[in-house]
């Protein structure tokens, strides 16, 4: 008998049985994972265990990152989700717009520094150009035809599709052909109608998040799918999201990765002003552990690949989490935005030699990916862990920041002949 059997036997018997049905292949109900959610001591340790079991089995001792750039173009939103410390009135002195010249220079820096991805996302700004996602695609593939270009949330394709009076359908295929080749899944927080008029009222409904990763799907557009977590969810709600995920990807299989995003409450309207009762902090260290851990469990037979998100955990937190069931370390980012806003400290920029070297010191073998996961170099040898590539040399300030970028007259919204069309 080995130890997690023997330590299985003196758990309590509900997380147990659980435990052993995901350990058997098969997949846990919600209630189970609401169990797993709950947990505390010996029964949290097993969840970890067996989560670090169940990724070792799956997709072996790699953990994989990407190199990539963050490009938040603009921060001024016509919406105000209680979360967000990003976005801007369009009357704000801080709210700025980058006009599409200077998204494709920062692309061309980032292919110039070895990056693969640029992650294009940003807020609503009102009276938007229909076709300005269309445009800044063609406008950064027409310099960059290899650049894999991850962008615009389900929120922002619904947007994109009202202001060009397009069906969604249509305008996902547009978007494919102007040079998007995957979606982020972010505006998902709680998937959860009542609790999202709660802690974002007018933002996208469930139902058209839904829809908008499904019509994604079938259109062959892979998107990645989030949660935001450490606010006021409960443990079923928790759960219920992360089945609510695993049903469409048994129906599409699009997904490509699981990310859980902790809440950072820093700067966070709703949690500065006071205006939801009984929010959280954001989640303390146990759960972030077995969030990734139970996500590990529910989520094995669909999504493969669980990601840290070392802009919401740091360092530490998410070496630790590779031993909790995660096997993806995210990227470089190089410029990150919103959760710098809502008052994350664990910078915008996190070089591949730093991300090496944690993966390796983890007991792990790092390799370099691409958005879909393609295997683009493995560091067998830990020698070529320290190899310092053209991002590794740079330094971050040459990149400017999210505190610096409010303030300067040369993006300012109000005076952006692009943020006006």
């Not at 690949?305 to 590779?322: D, F, P, T």
């Not at 915008?348 to 390799?367: D, F, H, N, W, Y």
Request: negative net charge; aromatic residues 6%.
């Amino acid at each position: 008998m080995s130890m997690l059997d023997s330590l299985l036997k003196r758990a309590d018997p509900v997380v147990a049985a659980a435990l052993e049905r995901a350990l058997s292949g098969k997949d846990i109900s919600v209630d189970e994972a609401v169990a797993l959610f709950d947990s505390t001591g010996l029964e949290m340790n097993l969840a970890v265990m067996v989560a670090d079991e169940l990724r070792r089995r799956t997709v072996g001792d790699d953990v994989t990152y990407v190199i990539n750039r963050n490009i938040n173009f603009t921060n001024v939103c016509i919406k105000q989700c209680g979360f967000c410390a990003f976005s801007r009135d369009f009357r704000e002195e801080e709210g700025y717009f980058l006009p599409t010249e200077e998204i494709v220079r920062r692309a061309k820096e980032a292919a110039g520094l070895g990056a693969t991805e640029v992650c294009i996302q940003a807020g609503l700004p009102p009276k938007m150009d229909g076709n300005l996602y269309a445009d800044i695609c063609r406008a950064v593939k027409k310099e960059l035809p290899d650049m894999h270009i991850h962008a615009f949330s389900p929120e922002e394709v619904m947007y994109g599709a009202i202001r060009s009076e397009t069906p969604v359908p249509e305008y996902l295929k547009a978007l494919k052909e102007a040079g998007v080749g995957s979606l982020p899944g972010t505006a998902a927080e709680i998937l959860d109608q009542s609790l999202r008029d709660i802690i974002s009222p007018g933002r996208i409904s469930v139902q058209d998040w839904v829809a908008v990763i499904k019509q994604a799907h079938t259109l062959g557009i892979p998107t990645t799918s989030t949660i935001m977590y450490g606010h006021v969810e409960t443990s079923r709600h928790k759960a219920e999201h992360i089945a609510l995920l695993r049903e469409i990807q048994k129906e599409t299989h699009g997904f490509t990765e699981f990310v859980p995003l902790s809440f950072v409450h820093t700067e966070a309207p709703m949690y500065s002003h006071g205006t939801v009762p009984n929010i959280r902090a954001g989640a303390d260290g146990n759960e972030v552990i077995k969030m990734h851990a139970v996500a590990r469990i529910m989520l094995n037979n669909h999504i493969p690949n669980i990601q840290v998100s070392w802009v919401k955990e740091g360092a530490r937190m998410s070496q630790l989490l590779l031993a909790a069931g995660a096997n993806d370390f995210g990227g470089t980012l190089i410029n990150e935005s919103i959760s710098t806003a809502a008052g994350a400290q664990h910078g915008q920029l996190m070089k591949p030699k730093e991300i090496r070297q944690l993966i390796r010191s983890a007991g792990r073998t790092p390799v370099q990916r691409s958005t879909t996961y393609r295997v683009l170099k493995v560091f067998s040898d830990e020698k070529e862990d320290d190899q310092e590539s053209a991002l590794d040399s740079a330094d971050a300030s040459q990149f400017g920041s999210y505190h610096q970028l409010i303030k300067l007259d040369k993006f300012r919204y109000n005076n952006n002949k692009d943020a006006k069309k």
